[in-house]
């Protein structure tokens, strides 16, 4: 594979770990803030109205940003009824043909957040309860992580192409 390709590879997967990493520690926040609501709401009886939005804002975030390392690292989930039974070859060129499918969606999913992400920045647009926080925060996030899944899903096709002509990307 060109030099290009290879540099490719090396950086979106480098950059995959990296947001993968700070994904993993994203729980860790998010039991925290589950743990201040638990303890304000029945120790304290002061109810922090922020406390459960942060909650489904910080697993939304982990949801995004863990998404590129899974792929990477290949611990997604798969139907493994005909897949087992191929050959090397066979499961490069199935994982070449649902990649693309994926991309399909990808793609989709990338057009529809750019335009939500639009639609928060012009509209100021918040979210209706108590704490009424900004969604351009998360939705942001939501556009740049699915870029960046769009990258992995490339990068991860130049690895199965790689594969089939007998060269290897990692």
Not at 105 to 111: M, R, T
Not at 151 to 169: M, V
Request: proline letters at 3%; one cysteine or more; a neutral charge.
């Amino acid at each position: 594979m060109p030099n290009i390709i290879q540099t490719y590879v090396r950086w979106i997967d480098r950059i995959s770990d990296y947001v993968g990493l700070i994904a993993m520690y994203l729980i860790f926040l998010m039991v925290g803030i589950l743990l201040l609501d638990a303890i304000t709401r029945n120790v304290i009886d002061i109810p922090l109205h922020w406390c459960i939005e942060a909650a489904q804002f910080t697993l939304a975030a982990y949801y995004f940003m863990g998404g590129p390392k899974t792929m990477k690292d290949g611990d997604h989930v798969r139907m493994d009824l005909l897949y087992d039974r191929l050959s090397s070859r066979g499961k490069h060129k199935m994982d070449i043909v649902t990649l693309a499918c994926l991309m399909f969606y990808l793609v989709v999913l990338f057009i529809g957040s750019i335009s939500s992400l639009n639609y928060a920045i012009a509209t100021g647009e918040t979210r209706f309860s108590m704490w009424n926080p900004s969604m351009i925060p998360i939705k942001s996030l939501m556009v740049g992580c699915i870029g960046l899944m769009i990258a992995q899903t490339l990068s991860e096709f130049f690895k199965h192409i790689a594969a089939l002509r007998g060269e290897s990307l990692t």
